[in-house]
T-cell receptor, first 113, second 115 residues
Framework: AQTVTQSQPEMSVQEAETVTLSCTYD???????LFWYKQPPSRQMILVIR??????QNATENRFSVNFQKAAKSFSLKISDSQLGDTAMYFC??????????FGKGITLSVRP | DVKVTQSSRYLVKRTGEKVFLECVQD?????MFWYRQDPGLGLRLIYF???????EKGDIPEGYSVSREKKERFSLILESASTNQTSMYLC??????????????FGPGTRLTVT
């Protein structure tokens, strides 16, 4: 079974600085997707970024980028120029051949003004 | 934009009551999911459905059942609510690419309190 590990329960960053959220996963599959989701306080969960395992190039979406290390099974999220609106819980998720998403336990990110 | 809606944002029920949580999506997605979210435990999959009238157990199906009579609607049923089912319930839908689930779109959640 796949597992997704987010080892840091909380992080804090100063506005305008860069922060990296870490995620590791365990799988024997070769073809899969990885996701980062954001859940702002009392608001809906939304997709931040997606990475296909067969793509070597790291995905980017504006201020959000990933560092995908397939051999190391690592999938970290970098948030550049942090904004107050980035304050949220962030979940790393894995999609594999069992047709389910497996989520990590999440990390609470606080952006300080 | 994909829209996933849930019937209630907040719900308070008594122990032993039968509880229905409804979820509707408007993007013709074949897959639908029910999760519960608890502090420190992340999201745990209760049930999912990959087609009308089809369902599969997730990681924590005990005490729950589901119904999917129409493609756009997926219901979660607590047959006899208990206090340990107090939680945030999230519904999601997605497309597939083969057996892989593409990104999921989530509803706003239902915060259920069982007293």
């Amino acid at each position: 079974a796949q597992t997704v590990t987010q080892s840091q329960p909380e992080m804090s960053v100063q506005e305008a600085e860069t922060v990296t959220l870490s995620c590791t996963y365990d799988t024997s599959e070769n073809n899969y997707y990885l996701f980062w989701y954001k859940q702002p306080p009392s608001r809906q969960m939304i997709l931040v970024i997606r990475q296909e395992a067969y793509k070597q190039q790291n995905a980017t979406e504006n201020r959000f980028s990933v560092n995908f290390q397939k051999a190391a099974k690592s999938f970290s999220l970098k948030i550049s120029d942090s904004q107050l609106g980035d304050t949220a819980m962030y979940f790393c998720a894995f999609s594999g051949a069992n047709s389910k998403l497996t989520f990590g336990k999440g990390i609470t990110l606080s952006v300080r003004p | 934009d994909v829209k996933v809606t849930q019937s209630s944002r907040y719900l308070v029920k008594r122990t032993g009551e039968k509880v229905f949580l409804e979820c509707v999506q408007d993007m013709d997605h074949e897959n639908m999911f029910w999760y519960r979210q608890d502090p420190g435990l992340g999201l745990r999959l209760i049930y999912f459905s990959y087609d009308v009238k089809m369902k599969e157990k997730g990681d924590i199906p005990e005490g729950y059942s589901v119904s999917r009579e129409k493609k756009e609607r997926f219901s979660l049923i607590l047959e006899s609510a208990s206090t340990n089912q107090t939680s945030m319930y999230l519904c999601a839908s997605s497309l597939s690419t083969g057996r892989l689930i593409y990104e999921q779109y989530f509803g706003p959640g239902t915060r259920l309190t069982v007293t």
